[in-house]
């Protein structure tokens, strides 16, 4: 079987966050299986592009790199959907073609190519379809896309959900033929990471709150922050992430406006070398996003044993309140605010955390099983 992954961006372009970490561990665990495996990507790295030859390999995956002609969220190039009617033209049965993410040409060109020669899709939105993303950044333009092509092009292909959460989003917009919850790959730390020494909880000490993730809108630091404003405890954030310069000049002007600033330590871009590190030295990861499919972050938080404080439109909030692993709350900055109070006050449970979740993660995000997964979806297609 030959399987070729279309996605706008791979690694090295972390730019990006959490797809393109979940897109190459994928990658990765099915070309150690005896397929054929094949990424078509762009050289995409924000406003720059990767330096990075035509074709490669990066951890046993064959991958071809093709440059945009646009440098924005479009991320256009004709070279890539040539290519890949070249290699359509040639295909025998058994060929899957699985696309990451939507609403950029790369996706939806290459969904249509597909189409049009009757090859067989998985679609893996990311979180690109739902209510959420259709009403933000270029709404008027995805609905038109959505009428005039889109939602022919998703009703053609096999949808892939991450959780029950993104499977119910997208189920509001469209009915496909159809949709398969599967969870993300995860890296697992090493375990000399996850037995490094936590912060020991001691009320006269500042609570140590981290944020590791992209800096955007979407990650809702403004609740986050105003929440903070109110909380009376002290408390540390740590705020691990980039983003739009112009936008994280508002949120830092938002944080004096506030008086808060003085608690908050911007500190950039963190490698995924020291990831666990940074996750393993906070006691609390907080994500009050207004729109997450998935959030890899909070399992590799979990893993190492850090508690997390996410909102309920995280897609693993459930998963999180069933295994009380930490603190879901509302959007809204009141129960944002009781919920952090809630967890600077449960030392216990935040001590339980760090002992268990490590396993807990492990057992219930078991690569082999996953793998299986994914399998039995491409294999159903043909």
């Known amino acids: ?61 064959k991958i071809q790199y093709f440059n945009r002609i646009t440098k924005d969220h479009t991320h256009f190039s004709p070279s890539l959907l040539w290519n890949l009617y070249k290699m359509i033209i040639k295909t025998t049965p058994g060929t899957v073609i699985h696309i990451h993410s939507w609403w950029n040409f790369v996706a939806i060109f290459s969904c249509l190519l597909a189409k049009i ?50 499977k119910e989003d997208i189920l509001k917009i469209i009915q496909p033929k159809s949709i398969k919850v599967i969870p993300n790959f995860i890296y697992f730390p090493d375990e000399d990471i996850k037995k490094n020494v936590h912060p020991n909880y001691e009320s006269d000490k500042s609570f140590k709150l981290l944020f590791l993730s992209r ?44 008086d808060i600033s003085q608690s908050i330590n911007w500190i950039g871009y963190i490698k995924k070398e020291k990831k666990y590190e940074v996750l393993a030295s906070h ?32 897609g693993l909030a459930p998963f999180i309140k069933e295994q ?9 900055p009141h129960s944002i605010t009781a919920m952090l109070t809630n967890a600077y006050q449960s030392p216990q449970i935040i001590t339980h955390i760090r002992n268990n979740a490590p396993s807990v993660i492990s057992s219930h995000f078991n690569e082999a099983t996953i793998l299986r997964q994914y399998l039995k979806l491409y294999k159903n297609l043909n």
């Not at 561990?25 to 592009?49: F, W």
């Not at 009380?324 to 809204?332: I, N, P, R, S």
Request: net charge neutral; glycine share 6%.
């Open 1 to 61: 079987m030959k399987i070729i992954h279309i996605t706008p961006s791979y690694k090295p372009a972390y730019i990006y966050g959490g797809p393109v970490i979940s897109v190459a561990k994928l990658c990765e665990k099915l070309a150690s299986q005896p397929l054929d495996i094949e990424v078509l990507t762009t050289r995409a790295n924000g406003k720059t592009e990767l330096k990075t030859p035509d074709t490669t390999a990066i951890d046993g995956v």
């Open 117 to 166: 020669k009757k090859i067989p899709v998985v679609l893996s939105p990311r979180g690109m379809l739902t209510e959420y993303t259709l009403k933000n950044n270029n709404s008027l333009s995805k609905r038109l896309i959505h009428q005039l092509i889109g939602k022919y092009l998703v009703a053609y292909s096999a949808l892939h959900a991450t959780t029950e959460m993104e």
């Open 215 to 258: 800096v955007d809108e979407k990650k809702g630091l403004e609740l986050l922050f105003r929440a903070l404003a109110d909380c009376q405890f002290p408390w540390s954030l740590t705020i691990a992430g980039t983003g739009d310069h112009t936008y994280q000049d508002k949120l830092k002007q938002l944080t004096m406006n506030l």
């Open 283 to 314: 006691q609390l990861l907080v994500l009050c996003s207004h729109n997450e499919n998935f959030a890899n972050i909070v399992l590799e938080s979990l893993s190492v044993g850090t508690a997390v404080a996410i909102s309920d439109k995280v």
């Open 324 to 332: 009380k692993l930490g603190w879901v709350a509302d959007l809204d």
